[in-house]
């Protein structure tokens, strides 16, 4: 193991922690788990180049973005162009990986949705949530939330009975979204975090909504959907996450509503309600225990 596949190891765990493999110096995309994601997952990546200056690049497809190294400062304008010829193959090598990720998790999510049946009512995530099923299939006992992108359907999510809920392996999430309802001209759109607030908001309030999945998606989806309806009024639906530092929920729907010109709400609580409650289907299931719906 040469020097600086050492260092290049060592800016690897300066981000991700302790790892216990040794980089390949081959120049070629290499996929590893980062240590506190799931067992099994590759989300993880890098890239490594010895001749010459050695230089590499990596990061996470989950996390976004990506950090270069380098052993050295380059010493004249040769090795300067050499170094941002690698940084622009790694962009490319990585592209094509996530590419080919995407195409294979929506090759398997058609297949799954094709050979689902429709959802019970009486799933006991839709019971919990008191929610209709709208659509979802099931397989085995897991619901399987469509997922679109520009019409296409390209990932999944997967319910399990206690509520458990894991994406296709390798499946896109950006800018996706799982609708309930049909868009009208001139009625309003609501965009929200997960699929059963917005099963919620459509069943009582009789909205067309865009569950996108979670609030780091908040803003992709309303972007991608605004730009697809650009005349649509849109509310973003947000959470209330009250007893989380910064609340990340409002913090996003806020963001959300001022990058597409819409408007923001959040659930009204009443003065008794619990602080734990965060969105506007566990608003909707309180009332109802209350005997306020």
Known sequence: MTEATILFRDALQSVYGPLDWIPEPDGEIHRFRVPEDKPGSLNGWYVLYLDGIASGAFGSWKAGGASTWCSRDPVDAREAAQIRERVELARRQREAEQRQRHERAAAKANHLWRNARRASPEHPYL????????????????????????????????????????????????????????????????????????????????????????????????VGLR?????????????????????????AANAAAAAVGGEVAFPDWPDNAPESLTDFNDLANWKLANGQA
């Open 127 to 222: 019971v919990a949530k008191g929610v209709r099923s709208y659509g979802l299939r099931q397989r085995g006992a897991e619901l399987l939330v469509p997922l679109y992108l520009d019409g296409r359907l390209v990932n999944l999510q997967r319910i399990a009975p206690d509520g458990g809920k894991r994406f296709l392996f390798g499946g896109r999430i950006k800018g996706t979204y799982s609708p309930l309802g049909i868009i009208q001209p001139g009625a309003v759109l609501c965009i929200c975090e997960g699929w059963a607030t917005g099963a919620s908001l459509h069943q009582h309030g009789g909205y067309a909504v865009a569950a996108a999945m979670n609030a780091g998606n908040l803003m992709p989806a309303a």
């Open 227 to 251: 730009s697809r309806y650009p005349a649509q009024p849109i509310v973003v639906a947000g959470d209330d996450d009250r007893l989380t530092e910064g609340n990340p929920g409002r913090a």
